[in-house]
């Protein structure tokens, strides 16, 4: 039980509530209503696991990262609780559970998980290229909602472009969050050489940035309700 808390801790489980309403909400758009049983558990599972993999995968690239920075010095990979290794296997079964998922859905999500994934895992690298990284993330949760469209309706039938824009207010609204969730780091982003937002502009340019996101974001999810 202790290292299954250690787990969940590192994957952060509680924070799958940030993907799983903008999934179930492709869905039920997709379906006209309640969809059917099976697919929805399969969606739920795919959208667990995926981000699951992700987050594991984070924080092993992260590690060297996490162990110099005092807020991220307490991460169980940092601390030794867990072992690399077991992060490294963890990361590999999630990441195959999403893939044979998504084949069990249907076969065009299944062959459409390949470069999901490379999108949620090649998320943590992004900060160490780019300013994008906060756009990254959003990216990375942007996929669920198309993916659950696509679970539910099996090809692109016509009203695809509808969880489209969900996922556009899905980027810039974890874009949003991310940018205010990123300026704690701000000097050690500068002392490390990686590539932030806040790191660059400043807090309050950044709080700027933020807020103007999250106006875009509520646009986005207006036209959401138009087109629908």
């Known amino acids: 039980m202790s290292r299954l808390s250690k787990t969940l801790g590192m994957i952060r489980f509680e924070h799958s509530v940030f993907a799983l309403p903008f999934a179930l909400a492709g869905a039920w758009i997709a379906a006209s209503g309640w969809p059917p049983m099976l697919d929805l558990a399969g969606i739920v599972i795919a959208a667990v696991a995926a981000r699951s993999a992700a987050m594991a995968f984070n924080r092993i690239v992260d590690l060297p990262f996490d162990a110099r920075n005092p807020r991220t010095k307490n991460r169980e990979l940092v601390t030794g609780e867990l072992e690399v290794r077991y992060a490294i296997g963890f990361t590999v079964f999630h990441s195959a559970l999403f893939i044979a998922t998504s084949f069990w859905l249907a076969p065009i999500c299944g062959w459409l998980s390949l470069p999901v994934l490379a999108v949620l895992l090649g998320y943590s ?104």
């Open 125 to 228: 690298l992004l900060k160490r290229y780019t300013l994008l990284c906060h756009f990254g993330l959003g990216l990375a949760l942007a996929c669920a909602p198309a993916g659950a469209w696509l679970a539910i309706s099996k090809s692109f039938v016509p009203g695809w472009d509808v969880p489209l824009w969900i996922g556009v207010g899905v980027v810039l609204w974890v874009a949003g969050f991310d940018l205010l969730y990123s300026i704690q780091d701000l000097e050690f982003d500068r002392k490390e050489g990686l590539r932030s937002v806040p790191s660059k502009l400043g807090p309050g340019r950044t709080r700027a940035l933020s807020a103007l996101c999250f106006f875009s974001a509520w646009l986005a999810w207006l036209g959401v309700g138009i087109l629908a």
